[in-house]
């Protein structure tokens, strides 16, 4: 079945630097868009990275542009969120969604078959 399992959380002092995975299982992977979303208590979930199928078109929120890198490695069917600078207010589970083809918007509406998610705690 389609599964998503993302790893690579962790707890880390701001300005420091964390590297997340996507493993999926399942599903065309080559064809797939694959996000990153984050949610904390108590707010809805929002969009942090989307990148599609070719890795020809990303988005990034304007919270991370300039911080955080999304890729993806094909032979291993992996996307990966490469998080620099982090602050306080990075803190939250982060979880990857997909949808099939190429994404239109990068909105946690727009993806589905979540992962159980990984907690990323920036602090002091």
């Known amino acids: 079945q389609v599964q998503l399992v993302e790893s690579g959380g962790g707890l880390v002092q701001p300005g420091s630097s964390l590297t997340l995975s996507c493993l999926g299982s399942?599903?065309?992977?080559?064809?797939?868009?694959i996000g990153w979303f984050r949610q904390v208590p108590g707010k809805e979930r929002e969009a942090v990275s989307c990148?599609?199928?070719?890795?020809?078109?990303?988005y990034y929120a304007d919270t991370v542009k300039g911080r955080f890198a999304i890729s993806r490695d094909k032979a291993k069917r992996t996307v990966y969120l490469r998080m620099d600078n982090l602050r306080p207010e990075d803190t939250a589970v982060y979880s990857c969604?997909?949808?099939?083809?190429?994404?239109?918007?990068?909105?946690?509406?727009?993806?589905?078959?979540w992962g159980q998610g990984t907690q990323v705690t920036v602090s002091s």
């Open positions: 990148i599609s199928p070719s890795s020809a078109v990303k």
């Open positions: 399942g599903f065309t992977f080559g064809s797939t868009s």
């Open positions: 969604g997909l949808r099939d083809g190429v994404y239109v918007q990068c909105d946690p509406t727009w993806f589905g078959s």
